[in-house]
């Protein structure tokens, strides 16, 4: 339970740096800049003066959060269903014998 609670946290926090990169990387590029000015072409033609922003919606403050609240319940998850892998995989080898394997030196 240990190992797959260390690993777990490991990967959230991995996740989550991942995402917020990704992130820094698009809002730097100009993508949402972008985003923003096809929607507004699209819906009002060639007037600038349109109340859509893709940041609202995907922006620094949302999308880190969500991946903040994934990345614990993963923790929780993949805990729980290690712990439990490794409990029913422990019941079976006693139960059958599992595999011994004996590493041994040649004495040539």
Known sequence: M???????????VV???????????LGAAGVWDSINATV???????????DFDVTNYL????????????????VILLTAIATLTAF????????????EVTLAEDER
């Open 2 to 12: 240990k190992t797959s609670f260390l690993l777990s946290v490991a990967f959230g």
């Open 15 to 25: 996740t989550f740096v991942a995402v917020f990169m990704v992130w820094s990387v």
């Open 40 to 50: 507004a072409s699209v819906v009002e033609g060639d007037s600038n003066s349109s």
């Open 59 to 74: 922006g620094m403050g949302r999308v880190p959060g969500f991946t903040l609240l994934v990345s614990i319940i993963d």
């Open 88 to 99: 029913l995989y422990n019941m079976a080898a006693a139960l059958l014998g599992g595999i």
